[in-house]
């Protein structure tokens, strides 16, 4: 290839975490599918040896979550950027917030609003059930289980992916928050199990959820159609959906994830109006208001119970299988809110995540549950008695309650296919993402094969054991993802402790000027650098002709002279290390990041077609994160002095102790 060719970033799959995967997955797929009474045996008991054997764990860990969190937003490390210091959120607040409502919980939402609080007022963990009594601690329940701890559990996962991948310049997967405690090794067999149980998880957490959906789905069609609920019409429907999938797959994220995310909300948003206005509303109001204040006052006692006193099998069938749920959600969930919070503040995200999002589940669920239990009350429907016969039909039984119930009912289970395309869709992308090693735009047929995969996971596990295979394949997966959310917990604190104690900032070295290492560049050469908005071919360009050449000749040298170093080239970077495997190993990297042009400075650079104009740049970064410049337009020679300048600094800080 002449240098004058632009090479292309080509496709990458990170081979092991992908295969074995994928093996595994078809292994489970395929032993469900042939052994179905076996399988639905083998659920019931892994799911009782879990809730018997490590329920305290789950309790334990989710509630360490939640007080990680607020530790961060409260300590001096909320002043940290997800990104470099100089970063600006990609979005407004208002943009923002809108893409946390479109994560997380849609078909939990469609699924458990009316079922979890009449199920809660009917056959409570403790005392008697139908009574008013009752109803308040169901309230209370479905606000536990949906409220502050879900998100914490999301929060740890994509707090550790937006600092790590915008601020250190790692990968966007689960390995790079273990960079703090193994080092090199996360490229290794370590790193890939990280990333292979991130996978599980994302896997069977959205099967669960697509599982729990296409219920629903038959239970709407059933209501307005008298399509028969089994399972010969579930799998048909989950083959439909999936294929629809498949299609939003196919037309990217722009053409597919967004505009049905976007019909999501306006959906949600009139089904809740409605209710909301059609229903008890001065009621409801009211309820709001006191669930939250209950929640709040009750939620620390909740959040330590274990009913070791009283046990009952209510703990494992409701809170340990939500803390598996949401903790195996993680990954997709965190990945999504990661994305779109580059350039916030720790304290910032973690505001923004814990409670605009809980805020509006809280209104959620008192508008369905709340309706639910002054029907069932008041004698207006027998939800009770349609959620003991058929729990996926009890928000259908509230809608015919209430006026222009065909048309809700219409509305409502569509609402539930778009979010079950949403959920297949966005979680192939995380998993595809993870299995790609970080890669921002995985390929296409990869993506395919993976939402492909979650249809067929779901249809297994409804097969082999229906509702309680679903909730045992979430308690399961997420088990040993869970004792990794607990390191990953532990490389973020070491890394904010860290970038506290930076070793250039103890030794008062300064930094070395971009322009000193330009040396041998005419002023109009370096004006002409500086007032120019490279595009991605320029970069790839630089990177492939002149920074790899480079490096790769310094590392050349420095095996020359008894030490070990490598390069690690990539479509977007290049990356020298010397002494890997060693804790004091030095790290050099030049990577390619885009960012919008300021169109206050060139405003004849206006917007084409109403896309973003964006210029790309090869900055560098160092083991303890980005330096804020760039080399692109260095020469060779260039290049390498620069690498010395920060390796010489480098070797001060080694031989004078301070690593």
Known sequence: ????????????????????????????????????????????????????GFGWFYIA?????????????????????????????????????????????????????????????????????????????????????????????????????????????????????????????????????????????????????????????????????????????????????????????????????????????????????????????????????????????????????????EPNEWLGSWTLFYWGWWIAWSPFVGMFIARISRGRTIREFVLGVLFVPVLFTFLWMTVFGNTALWMQLNGIAPIGQVVADNMPVALFALLEALPLSTITSVIATLLVVTFFVTSADSGALVIDMITSGGAEEPPVWQRI????????????????????????????????????????CYGLLRALQLERMHPLERLHIAPPSPARQAVGSSWQRRLSLIMHFHDREEVVRFLNDTARPALEEVAAQIRQRGLEAQVEPTSDQVQITVMPHLKNEFRYRICMRSHRIPTFA?????????????????????????????????????VINDFLARYEEYMQIVQTGQV
């Not at 601020?167 to 199990?193: D, K, V």
């Open 1 to 52: 290839m002449s240098r004058s060719r632009v090479r292309r970033p080509q496709a990458q799959i990170n081979a092991p975490v992908f295969f074995i995967s994928a093996g595994v997955i078809l292994a489970f797929v395929c032993l469900g599918a042939l052994f179905t009474e076996q399988a639905a045996t083998f659920f019931s008991a892994v799911q009782g040896s879990i809730v018997a």
């Open 61 to 309: 860990v989710v509630a360490g979550f939640l007080i990680f969190t607020f530790f961060l937003m409260l300590s001096r490390y909320g002043d940290v950027k997800l990104g470099p210091d100089d970063a600006e959120p990609d979005y407004s607040y208002l943009s923002w917030f809108a893409m946390l409502f479109s994560a997380g919980m849609g078909i939990g939402l469609m699924f458990f609003g009316v079922a979890e609080p009449i199920y809660h007022y009917m056959d409570p963990p403790v005392g008697e059930g139908n009574t008013l009594a009752a109803a308040r601690q169901a309230m209370i329940i479905t606000f536990f289980h949906w409220g502050l701890h879900a998100w914490a559990i999301y929060i740890v996962v994509g707090l550790a992916l937006a600092y790590f991948a915008f601020r250190r310049g790692l990968p966007l997967t689960i390995r790079s928050a273990l960079y703090p405690l193994i080092g090199a090794r996360i490229h290794g067999p370590i790193g890939h199990a990280a990333d292979i149980f991130a996978v599980f998880g994302t896997m069977f957490g959205v099967a669960t959820s697509l599982g729990l959906g296409v219920l629903q789905v038959n239970a709407g069609l059933e209501y307005l159609f008298g399509l028969p609920a089994n399972v010969g019409v579930q799998l048909a429907l989950i083959a439909v959906i999936t294929g629809l999938a498949t299609v939003s797959v196919m037309l990217g994220l722009d053409a597919g994830i967004r505009r049905l995310s976007e019909l999501n909300i306006i959906l949600a948003v009139l089904l809740l109006g409605f209710v909301l206005t059609a229903g008890p509303t001065v009621f409801l109001l009211q309820a709001l208001m006191q669930n939250t204040g209950a929640y709040l006052d009750d939620v620390v006692r909740l959040t330590f119970r274990m009913y070791a006193y």
């Open 449 to 488: 094969f993976w939402a492909i995969s979650a249809g067929v996971v779901a249809a297994v596990l409804l097969v082999a054991g229906g509702l309680q295979a679903l909730q045992t394949a979430a308690i399961a997966s997420a088990l040993p993802f869970s004792v990794i959310m607990v390191l990953v």
């Open 602 to 638: 060139f405003p004849e650079l206006a917007p084409m077609e109403g896309k973003e104009r964006r210029h790309y740049r090869a900055e560098v970064y160092l083991s303890d994160g980005p330096q804020h410049y760039e080399v692109t337009g260095y020469t060779r020679e260039q």
